[in-house]
């Protein structure tokens, strides 16, 4: 057993000062199979902790479900951890941002929320708290066993995250740290804020370490922190040595040497450190968030973030330039990683698949409703819904309460959403008339005279994360206007996308050179073995991607990101399968995998 305190200016491990030298790894972010080795390359390039956030809404999907299987045993995380003799922080939210989906709140808190305002969370609110509490006692129950004083690796646990960028409410944040400690954690507690004198105080206790976030300008940082705590051991607890990409910017790239010469002017200073990130990994499947400062944008399915370690969890030129720097802090491993191979690099021609339409029914079931109901509504957190309204005039002639002709007297009609969150194809009578997409503030599209169905297929592209946002619905939130008028009487259908062999059960033989509809498109890709790959989307326009199964994450023409990382893990020698849902017309497109990956342009 060990002790790790708070001591003075010192953290004290076992009586003897200790600095952090920490690197972020999310285990949800990366194949199971491979914690071992990224923990190891952590090690190697002279880290001695391991941070990890905690995802809320992975472990519970819902309020009576709790998940640790797979992915998300965090226990065994930590435990991989352990195994490579390195320290583990431990940083559980509620709120995590992350750039993932809610910041990593759950979905289903905000369900059942009147109103056009975000529910009430990250606050005193009843029910948010004992939702909160469920959670952190779940939490802690895997935390607490493997803190350091009982022989495990956790030697920190942080409270909340960022929370004086969002509020102020020290009550709140005493409610959590006096939970975290009843739960039974007994290491020392943090903040984490933006050195701004008014959000360091917003966000911390006295009685818990204030960390800063920050990549640059470390002594203006350090002396904020020490203007709020005057004592205690000074700590970046993220230190952003690159950043996360945007649906439609850049690939987010920094300069090695520069981002080695903060770490350098941060640790000369005596400061501890985590580095943010420093293997980011994979949004897998449909867990990418968003920001929307008035404008909403997409995180991308790479979470690659710049960082030491690439996405596919090999060296980059910042690994190098940081392991030098910390071997004149450290003692350095004589072992280094070795480069990226080349991936293999198969190609071929989509030759079965079938259209949503085809078979949607066999995902799930049609539900009527007076009024459109939201996405959350529906209880469907993420994904697309199909919503189907025939037109009131097409329903007086079906009627026999109009004479016959057109059932609109011949006029095109105007379909107005006032709100859409976040994609909507239009159909009218099976026919494609337009997209609206929140990132361009579209709201309405024109459907021609005579029809008689109206089709929506609406596509959430990722919760907001950061911010007042976070917890609004998603859907076509206010319903939608014909003519300005309130159209009512809805079919809803919610496909379960998790199931893709009822997707398989239904192909057939393309007789097609065009993608005209929203469609699954698979392919068999033969391997000579289980390899990394990465699968190039560039001319599939917008959708989906799923090797043998796993959710790999979105594609979209806007880019930057123009390749999918499938991990090694998810392939097998022999036949493997493709299987990709194009939304948007594109002409036939055949596929192909590229030896490296392609993010998109830089930005500098």
Known sequence: ???????GDDFVLDGQPF??????IHYFRVPREYWRDRIHKARLMGLNTIETYVPWNLHQPSPREWRVGDGLDLGGFLDAVAQEGMHAIVRPGPYICAEFDGGGLPAWLFAHHAGPDPAPVRSLDPRFMEAVTDYLHHVYEIVVPRQVDRGGPVVLVQVENEYGAFGADHDYLRALSDLTRRCGVTVPLTTVDQPRDGMLV??????????????SRAAERLEALRRVQPTGPLMCSEFWDGWFDQVGGHHHTTSAREAARELEDLLDRGASVNLYMFHGGTNLGLTNGANDKGVYLPITTSYDYDAPLDESGHPTAKYWAFREVLGRHAALPDEVPGPRPPAPTP?????????????EDALGSWSHHLHLPTMDGLGQFSG??????????????????????APDGGRAHLVEVPDVRDRAVVEADGVRVGVLERMDHDTTVVVPAGTRVLDILVEDQGRVDYGPRIGEAKGLVGGVLLDGEPLVGWDSLCPDLSDTAAVLSAVEPLATTAVTEPMFLTAEVVLDGPADLFVDTRDWGHGLVWMNGHLLGRFTRRGPQRTLYVPAPFTAAGPNVLLVFVVDPVQLPTWRFLGSPDLGPVDW
């Open 347 to 359: 190609s071929g021609v989509f030759t079965a698949g079938t259209s949503l339409r085809r078979v």
């Open 19 to 24: 600095r952090i030298l920490s690197g972020a």
């Open 1 to 7: 057993m060990s002790t790790f305190q708070v001591i």
């Open 384 to 405: 697309f819904v199909h919503h189907r309204s025939t037109l009131p005039q097409a329903r007086a002639t079906h009627a026999g309460l109009s004479g016959g002709g």
């Open 202 to 215: 917003a966000g911390t206790l006295p009685e818990l370490l204030t960390t800063g976030s920050f990549g």
